[in-house]
């Protein structure tokens, strides 16, 4: 494939195309499957599904009876379509080091209290510590979660910065191996300096990432222990540091974020150990655990490589409809709520929820058990999804208006010395996020009526456009 690295086992894969027929988002037959898994490995990706519409939540790997990594084989087709190509300037959103950040684009519609916390999470980074609570890139677009009084016993230990680039999380799902090599160096040369002993990350995928994803695919030595935070929380639930004083007694449903089948699945029922605990009533979705869902916001990474990347609406739109196929599975089960550990499915399922005009709730576990504490949980993120929305509305302003910004970019090396500081924004793009952000909280939006007709048609754009994604993958599917 011409890449640094070979992941994927083609001598051990023997084209039987189990993997692809069991993924839950393409929907192909038998025959289908094994000629789409031919073409990954012929590179004639632009006739693969896989490659069109991998939604990055690595099941193919678990299904895959050879063991013969098929997952990684759809990374090295992006790796190689990046790197002849690039990436799509609306791809800027996740990369810290631009500009068009998502994280320096939200901080002026930050109160002075979230962005103090940031700052202060940045400098305990420079402190040596034995064990830290690592935040990192989606925990740190709602730092207000961390308020959260159950935490108090962690709160001095809590350390973090989008510089450390979400342990690689975002890079190594789009493909990109030799940035994802780079954050590995950065991190190794950070963490070796703080004399850890003990890392909990707010982020199951940032755990996933530190204790195997990098060490297994990039060789990369951390010499401390990793756990997700939700450890952290049931071990305290049960030996009684942090109290139920109110059972909630609400009827939920668990989204188990795509990260959370490393380590050994043991995240997916620890999220509902925690929510039986506070005395949550448990319902599943069709899909669950080892086979669930992507929420949605990593559909994107595969809309940025082939020949529609450079589509803003398509990117969108599959983003959007994706979204829409895991809150309709929750809705299905008559559950009251979605309780998800994961930060960036956190925000983005609120934000369809919200958009949709759907009465589902979606919390974190933080905040299940900050109300059954008896303590009020800070709750922005219908707020901080409009915020979200303004930065997406400013970038796809960007994106219209200048020839220049449709125009593709290759990633910057990073700095692996040390961590970068977050670019500022333009000062004309935060005065036109202010005001894109004071349009969207106004009466004007902020109504029953606006937003069930957001919600309308939404969703009848979301049924069109699955109705285009049918015609292709027939035509697709029909090429011999």
Known sequence: MGTRFRWFKEDVCDRCGVCLEKCPVLGLSKDDAVQDIKRLISGDVGHSLAFMRCTTCNICDINCPKDADPYELILECFDNWGKRWGLPYFAKMVFPNEPENIWSCIRPLMGPDEVSLLHTW???????????????????????????????????????????????????????????????????????????????????????????????????????????????????????????????NIKVTVHDNCMSRYLGGRPQEVVREIARSVGCDMVEMKHTRLNALCCGWAATVSTVYGENSDNLLHTLF????????????????????????????????????????????????????????????????????????????????????????????????????????????????????????????????????????????LRLGIAVYRYILKRQKIKITKIS
């Open 122 to 248: 940045e400098k305990n980074l420079d402190i040596l510590k034995e064990e830290v609570l690592l935040t990192g890139f989606y925990t740190n677009l709602v730092p207000y979660l961390a308020q959260a009084k159950v935490l108090d016993e962690l709160r001095p230990v809590i350390a973090g910065s989008e510089g450390l680039w979400g342990c690689g999380g975002d890079t190594n799902k789009l493909g990109l191996i030799d940035l994802t090599q780079q954050v590995v160096e950065l991190l190794e040369n950070k963490f070796s300096k703080m004399g850890l002993k003990r890392v909990y990350c707010f982020m199951e995928a940032e755990a996933a990432m530190l204790k195997e994803v990098l060490p297994a695919r990039f060789g990369a030595k951390f010499d401390f222990d990793v756990q997700p935070l939700d450890y952290w929380i049931l071990e305290s639930l049960e030996d009684g540091k942090i109290e139920v004083k109110d059972r909630l």
């Open 318 to 457: 599959y983003m959007l409809s994706s979204l829409y196929m895991r809150l309709e599975e929750a809705e299905a089960t008559g559950a009251d709520a979605i309780v998800t550990s994961c930060p960036a499915c956190y925000i983005f399922l609120n934000l369809i929820s919200m958009l949709t005009n759907s009465r589902m709730a979606v919390y974190h576990p933080l905040e299940i058990v900050e109300m059954a504490a008896g303590h009020s949980p800070n709750l922005r993120i219908r707020q901080r999804c409009w915020d979200i929305l303004s930065v997406a509305t400013n970038l796809m302003f960007n994106w219209l208006a200048s020839k220049e910004n449709r125009t593709r970019f290759f990633p910057r090396h990073i700095d692996t010395t040390r961590i970068e500081p977050l670019p500022v924004p333009r000062d004309r793009d935060i005065r036109r996020i202010k005001a894109i952000s004071s349009f969207y909280r106004s009466s004007f939006v902020q109504n029953p009526v606006t937003k069930a007709l957001i919600g309308y048609v």
